[in-house]
């Protein structure tokens, strides 16, 4: 490029006349270099040139200082700002925090998988018990230290006092994947209940539909938590940092839960099962349906902007 090109923007930031930025746990300081840096650079980039930006079902936090300021400009510039959870507007700086406003996840009320569609599923995985338990695994720094042998054995050992399968969803193929973690995990030693696993990564409405089958869910991804809580399958959120804490109590908290999904950092399945039980006979379906329904209203009107 000679100095002149070089000097010249890459793009017209004023052509558009909307910007969008999905929502997602992101604006941390887990992702703060690969993720919250760039989007709030871009919002704000867009923002200066007069574009509205709305942004969508965000979790914010836990983040440092300097992270949350740029969290807190990326909010006093943008035309909306839609959070998944009420924890993620209370960690905000007071003078922002009004213009926040508590929605939802952007992946609420997704379409399930039809009943026979789950079935097909679940028979080609060799699934031939009436119950399971979804045991979803994922090794990634963001998620910290858990115990998986002590986890995994007692998930186990609650899946065969109900005679039930333990089914492994694989939704992210981001290495390690999470279908090599299970597997590993089922052969690592001799199980008593038949672990079997589902991939799902190309199919959302998939996974949505087999957690909604599940007696059960124990989860490392948030957005299987949510959906099952949704179809008003008990589940709980494996927590190794203070990030998914986070996670866990603003999910806890939409749903209406007095109780913790957080999983504790030492299990075994009397515990576990106690406490899916727990969240089963507080679940009320009605809450989070009502929130989704805010969602999809959120966004048809967010969406007649343009």
Same mark, same amino acid.
């Given at each position: 490029?000679?100095?002149?090109?070089?000097?010249?923007?890459?793009?017209?930031?004023?052509?558009? #006349?909307?910007?969008?930025?999905?929502?997602?746990?992101?604006?941390?300081?887990?992702?703060?270099?690969?993720?919250?840096?760039?989007? !709030?650079?871009?919002?704000?980039?867009?923002?200066?040139?007069?574009?509205?930006?709305?942004?969508?079902?965000?979790?914010?936090?836990?983040?440092?200082?300097?992270?949350?300021?740029?969290?807190?400009?990326?909010?006093?510039?943008?035309?909306?700002?839609?959070?998944?959870?009420?924890? @993620?507007?209370?960690?905000?700086? #007071? #003078?922002?925090?009004?213009?926040? =406003?508590?929605?939802?996840?952007?992946?609420?009320?997704?379409?399930?998988?039809?009943?026979?569609?789950?079935?097909?599923?679940?028979?080609?995985? *060799?699934?031939?018990?009436?119950?399971?338990?979804?045991? *979803?695994?994922?090794?990634?720094?963001?998620?910290?230290?858990?115990?998986?042998?002590?986890?995994?054995?007692? =998930?186990?050992?609650?899946?065969?006092?109900?005679?039930?399968? !333990?089914?492994?969803?694989?939704?992210?193929?981001? $290495?390690?994947?999470?279908?090599?973690?299970?597997?590993?995990?089922?052969?690592?030693?001799?199980?008593?209940? $038949?672990?079997?696993?589902?991939?799902?990564?190309?199919? $959302?409405?998939?996974? &949505?539909?087999?957690?909604?089958?599940? #007696?059960? !869910? =124990?989860? *490392?991804?948030? *957005?299987?938590?949510?959906? /099952?809580?949704?179809?008003?399958?008990?589940?709980?959120?494996?927590?190794?940092?203070?990030?998914?804490?986070?996670?866990?109590?603003?999910?806890?908290?939409?749903?209406?839960?007095?109780? $913790?999904?957080?999983?504790? /950092?030492?299990?075994?399945?009397?515990?576990?099962? /106690?406490?899916?039980?727990?969240?089963? &006979?507080?679940?009320?379906?009605?809450?989070? @349906?009502?929130? %989704?329904?805010?969602?999809?209203?959120?966004? %048809?009107?967010?969406?007649?902007?343009?």
């Amino acid at each position: 490029l000679t100095p002149s090109e070089r000097a010249r923007p890459l793009v017209d930031l004023s052509s558009f #006349d909307l910007a969008y930025i999905a929502g997602g746990g992101y604006l941390t300081s887990s992702f703060a270099e690969r993720l919250l840096v760039p989007r !709030v650079a871009i919002a704000l980039a867009l923002a200066a040139a007069a574009v509205p930006v709305v942004w969508s079902g965000q979790g914010v936090g836990p983040c440092s200082d300097e992270e949350l300021r740029l969290v807190a400009a990326a909010v006093r510039s943008a035309t909306n700002f839609g959070c998944r959870d009420a924890g @993620s507007i209370e960690v905000l700086p #007071d #003078d922002v925090r009004a213009k926040a =406003v508590l929605v939802g996840d952007d992946a609420m009320g997704i379409a399930r998988a039809a009943p026979a569609d789950v079935r097909r599923a679940l028979t080609r995985a *060799h699934v031939t018990s009436d119950r399971f338990i979804v045991f *979803h695994v994922r090794a990634a720094d963001y998620i910290g230290e858990v115990q998986l042998l002590s986890l995994a054995a007692a =998930v186990d050992e609650l899946a065969t006092r109900s005679g039930a399968t !333990v089914l492994g969803i694989a939704i992210n193929d981001n $290495p390690p994947a999470e279908a090599a973690v299970f597997a590993q995990l089922a052969q690592q030693v001799v199980r008593r209940s $038949p672990w079997r696993w589902v991939d799902a990564t190309r199919s $959302p409405e998939l996974a &949505a539909g087999l957690l909604a089958a599940a #007696d059960s !869910v =124990v989860s *490392h991804s948030y *957005h299987l938590a949510l959906w /099952a809580l949704e179809a008003g399958t008990p589940a709980v959120l494996v927590t190794g940092s203070a990030y998914y804490e986070a996670k866990a109590a603003g999910l806890a908290r939409l749903a209406g839960l007095t109780g $913790p999904i957080a999983l504790p /950092a030492s299990v075994d399945a009397t515990m576990l099962g /106690a406490q899916l039980e727990q969240i089963r &006979a507080e679940l009320d379906t009605d809450i989070l @349906s009502t929130v %989704a329904a805010q969602v999809e209203a959120w966004w %048809a009107q967010r969406l007649s902007l343009r």
